[in-house]
């Protein structure tokens, strides 16, 4: 508990030191706590430690850690996801952050409606040569915004984005950035607030290029067990 609660003091005061280069309030910026890998335990310890947001990558694990944090954290998807495993999921989260496509946006629409719930999602974007990293190209985000404006169940909250290894990290949070302002200059009726980009590795170069929601997993659990990833 004690290790834990000192990573998770020192990702604190990491991000206020980089809000504070770069002019922001560190209250505009919400810790999103990867779990992939984590035991139930071990995300109860960081819950009672005052971590308020997660974030999962894969279905079947965020289902299972779903009874345990309902009502005593945010619960976002963060990983990229299959039409088939939204049912699995729309009654316990609450944003999903790798909507890219429309046919997606169509099925969370259709279990969200069915669940009688609104799902807060962020259009994952792609830069440029990186098809490895998912998310709907630049020039596809428009198109993709206007679907999710249409959808009753669905509230549009901003752009997720990871970036490719081969790009200067600062480079691709910045593209980004400026997407996202072009988005908001063309439909200024969208909510486009939070960028969530930035992980242990780049976060603070993300929080410079504007970045509301950082996702931070090595750095509040230590290495995954990369038995446990596959």
């Not at 280069?21 to 430690?49: F, N, S």
């Not at 997660?54 to 976002?76: D, F, K, T, Y």
């Not at 279990?111 to 999602?121: E, F, H, K, L, Y």
């Amino acid at each position: 508990m004690e290790q834990l609660q000192d990573r998770i003091e020192a990702v604190r005061a990491r991000i206020a030191q980089a809000a504070a280069r770069a002019g922001r309030d560190p209250q505009e910026i919400t810790l999103i706590a990867a779990i992939k890998t984590q035991d139930c335990a071990t995300v109860q310890r960081a819950l009672a430690l005052g971590i308020t947001d997660v974030g999962e990558n894969r279905v079947q694990e965020l289902a299972g850690h779903a009874p345990a944090l309902l009502g005593r954290s945010r619960l976002h998807f963060i990983g990229q996801l299959q039409r088939n495993k939204v049912k699995y999921i729309i009654s316990c989260v609450d944003a999903v952050h790798s909507l890219d496509r429309a046919a997606l946006a169509e099925e969370i629409e259709r279990q969200a409606a069915r669940a009688g719930r609104t799902v807060d999602v962020l259009l994952q974007l792609r830069l440029e040569d990186a098809p490895q990293r998912g998310g709907a190209a630049l020039d596809e985000a428009p198109a993709l915004l206007e679907c999710v404006l249409a959808k009753a169940h669905l509230r549009l909250r901003g752009v997720m984005c990871v970036p490719p290894l081969d790009v200067a990290p600062a480079a691709a949070f910045a593209q980004v950035r400026q997407a996202r302002d072009a988005l908001k200059a063309r439909y200024p009726e969208a909510d486009l607030g939070w960028l969530s980009m930035g992980m242990t590795h780049d976060f603070e170069i993300a929080i410079a290029q504007g970045a509301t929601h950082v996702r931070i997993g090595t750095a509040l659990f230590g290495p995954r067990d990369v038995q446990q990833q596959k």
